[in-house]
């Protein structure tokens, strides 16, 4: 079994990756490959001591590095990715969670103030919201909805995974009425990328991500948030409250539309790199 610095094995695959990446994700990719196919992590990379790497192990990187230059989502290649201190398996039946997602789930998180809240996530995809809450609040009750089987056979198996208990169930939202009542707190990332911005944006999201969960018609792109807010508000105990993630052009609309509908202290939040993205909602409480 051949031994090699790892240093040296980590600027060999940069080499094959920067000019498609730039030299810094080329770097980054480099960690999460070495880490997921040869377990080289950071660290192990810095004190650079020779590694055994077997030859199954370079065929994986090879292959690896082969789907990265063909725009593979690095997720889908790894299989996984970590969410709230979840692990979440990631591939073609559902939207990859992004770390803009995990700062609304602790938004979520920090706000609840109660031991038991009745929680519905709307469009669950993977299923990473819903589990991670229920790690979080581990006495909550959650269910979780989807029009897409595959998505929701997807969030099973990450359910069934991270060890928590969640209710899943089909449903087109834009057609059904939600059917659950009661409910403390509804969540949910609908589609909300107008259809026009599809030319201007990555073919690792474009080509291998559900288009489904991605795009809304440019003629209405707040229609997920306009029917979606008109069932909460009827569904929703009072004080209850409801999360969107959101498009960053769409923040102070999604405020008017809310107090349109009926829901009181409105707060638009930004997430870490400033830009509008998420939004609360409170059913009225006096």
């Known amino acids: 079994m051949p031994s090699i610095q790892p240093k040296t094995l980590q600027t060999q695959l940069i080499e094959k990756l920067k000019n498609t990446y730039g030299e810094r994700e080329a770097s980054n990719l480099s960690h999460l490959l070495l880490d997921h196919f040869c377990s080289l992590n950071r660290m192990a990379i810095a004190l650079d001591n020779p590694a055994e790497i077997t ?11 082969e789907q990265l230059l063909a ?30 997602t995990e700062e609304l ?6 706000e609840n103030e109660l031991d038991a809240p009745n929680i519905l996530d709307i469009g669950t995809g993977t ?10 609040i581990p006495e909550a009750k ?13 969030a099973k198996e990450n359910a069934q995974a991270n060890h928590v ?31 026009q911005e599809k030319e ?55 405020v008017t539309l809310m107090e349109e509908i009926g829901f009181t202290n409105v707060t638009l939040k930004q997430d870490l790199q400033g830009k509008d993205r998420m939004i609360q909602a409170q059913k009225y409480y006096k």
């Open 165 to 195: 208990t969640i209710d899943f169930a089909q449903l087109d939202v834009l057609k059904d009425v939600i059917p659950f009542q009661q409910l403390d707190i509804i969540v949910s990332n609908p589609p909300y990328i107008p259809i």
């Open 55 to 65: 030859s199954t192990q370079l065929e994986a990187l090879e292959k690896a590095i």
């Open 142 to 154: 959650v269910n979780a909805v989807d029009i897409s089987r595959e998505a929701l056979a997807l």
């Open 200 to 254: 201007s944006m990555d073919s690792n999201v474009v080509d291998f991500e559900p288009n489904l969960a991605l795009f809304v018609s440019d003629e209405d792109p707040l229609i997920f948030y306009r029917v979606i807010a008109e069932q909460a508000i009827q569904i929703l105990n009072l004080g209850g409250i409801l999360y969107f993630e959101i498009h960053e052009n769409f923040g102070q609309m999604l």
């Open 105 to 110: 789930v602790d938004w979520i998180c920090q």
């Open 127 to 136: 299923g990473c919201i819903p589990i991670a809450l229920k790690r979080a």
């Open 71 to 100: 725009h593979l989502p690095i997720q889908h290649i790894i299989g996984e990715v970590e969410f709230y201190g979840c692990r979440i398996k990631t591939d073609g039946r559902a939207l990859i969670p992004r770390p803009e």
